[in-house]
């Protein structure tokens, strides 16, 4: 679920863009040049440009008429500028917040807002709010979030209500908690929130049989949990119980049935798949979440064996690369250890970083998808030795070019 923290997190990705851009070779003038006439917004923070015949400088984006070229100075930045005699350009604001901060922080101010409300706010008010027109509202807010402003609410709601379900109170109380004006207008949505009505999430029943089974696999104890749509939970840990309290507590009225025979099978295989997660998933899968949550999940069951990715990455795949901590927050809420192979996202940096189920078990996991990738180019190279008489070339370059790509980071 995205939070307030997004703009935040944002403009700290602005301004990590900014540094990166600076590392590469300076752009010539005529380049910086090009980059005014087209207002391109990207190259803020990289150069401003002063125009003799004002006095002002501006960034690249400055939406100002443009000067004529020959009165046009370029500078690395504002200080070079000012020390050369100029003044801020009051429309751009060169010297403060760049416009994509600035964004970035209306929004977080805008998530902030969402959550204090106890009734919906509409667009037009929230964009009111932080000064901008409702149309560059949504579209700011969905870049920097990954969501529009009424999913990001209802993910606000859905989980006060899972946290007050869970808590006390009946249906009714929950609802009137979780800011839904009425319940019809909860009952419309909560199937796709909850992943089933709240009297059924509450009191259990037909609709919400879970089936569920503790094994033993390499990696400590495993808990697989199965509506009957597919499966809705696979968790790992030390201590059974504690496995079990947590699985309650998610499903804390639904009917779990522990001793169904018939779901062995289908435990055979979570098994199966933790010992080798190399192993293509077919298990039907039942993950109810967000629209965002859902395609974070399918970018992560997008990522091959073997292979890994950032936070920053995935966000780029599902086309919202702002939205970088409402990405971790969708890997963090996944239900389904290893078949959602959330183990493949590690850190820019290289390093593995933190797993819901335990570092010690992620890199477990990854070690394997290694030691299976390695095992199958050793074949492949062995099976094209046999075919061509020692043209391996193919099947171990394509190997090594798909590593490659896996292990560049941003
Ligand atoms: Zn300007």
Not at 132 to 146: C, L, N, Q, V
Not at 272 to 300: I, K, Y
Request: net charge positive; charged share 25%; hydrophobic share 40%.
């Amino acid at each position: 679920m995205a939070t307030a923290d997004n703009g935040m997190h944002a403009m700290t990705d602005a301004r990590n863009i900014d540094n990166a851009r600076k590392d590469i070779a300076p752009p010539t003038d005529d380049a910086r040049w090009r980059a005014v006439l087209a207002r391109d917004a990207a190259q803020d923070g990289a150069f401003v440009y002063a125009v003799r015949t004002t006095g002002v400088y501006c960034r690249p984006s400055c939406p100002a008429r443009h000067a004529r070229r020959e009165n046009v100075r370029f500078f690395a930045d504002g200080p070079a500028a000012e020390a050369a005699g100029f003044r801020p350009c009051r429309r751009c604001c060169p010297d403060g917040p760049s416009l994509a901060e600035r964004h970035a922080a209306a929004i977080a101010r805008a998530c902030r807002l969402i959550a204090a409300s106890e009734t919906p706010l509409t667009v037009a008010r929230l964009a009111a709010a932080v000064g901008m027109s409702p149309f560059a509202f949504h579209r700011h807010f969905k870049a920097i979030t990954g969501v529009t402003p009424v999913a990001w609410r209802a993910g606000l709601q859905a989980q006060k209500m899972r946290e007050s379900l869970g808590a006390s109170g009946g249906v009714t109380a929950a609802i009137y908690e979780a800011g839904f004006g009425s319940s019809s207008r909860f009952y419309e949505k909560s199937a796709d929130m909850l992943g089933m009505t709240p009297t059924a999430f509450r009191k259990g029943g037909k609709d919400a049989r879970i089936r569920f089974c503790i094994a033993r696999c390499t990696l400590g104890a495993l808990l697989v949990g199965a509506s009957d749509r597919g499966v809705c939970a696979i968790s790992m840990g030390d201590d059974p119980e504690a496995l079990i309290r947590a699985f309650q507590d998610r499903f804390p009225n639904a009917l779990l049935v522990g001793d169904d025979p018939d779901f062995g099978g289908l435990v055979a295989r979570v098994v199966a798949l933790v010992e080798n997660p190399s192993t293509p998933v077919d298990l039907p899968l039942d993950m109810r979440g967000t629209a965002f949550q859902q395609r974070v999940w399918q970018a992560l069951r997008a990522i091959p064996a073997g292979e890994t990715a950032t936070y920053a990455e995935i966000a780029r795949r599902i086309g919202q690369p702002s939205a970088v901590r409402a990405v971790a927050q969708a890997c963090g809420a996944n239900p389904v250890a290893v078949a959602t192979p959330c183990h493949r996202i590690i850190r820019t940096d290289g390093d593995v970083s933190g797993y819901r189920w335990g570092v010690a078990r992620k890199q477990a996991l990854l070690a394997r998808e290694r030691a299976a990738a390695e095992k199958e180019a050793v074949e492949e190279e062995a099976a094209g030795r046999e075919t061509t008489g020692g043209g391996v070339a193919a099947p171990a370059s394509r190997r090594q070019s798909r590593a490659g790509q896996g292990a560049s980071s941003p």
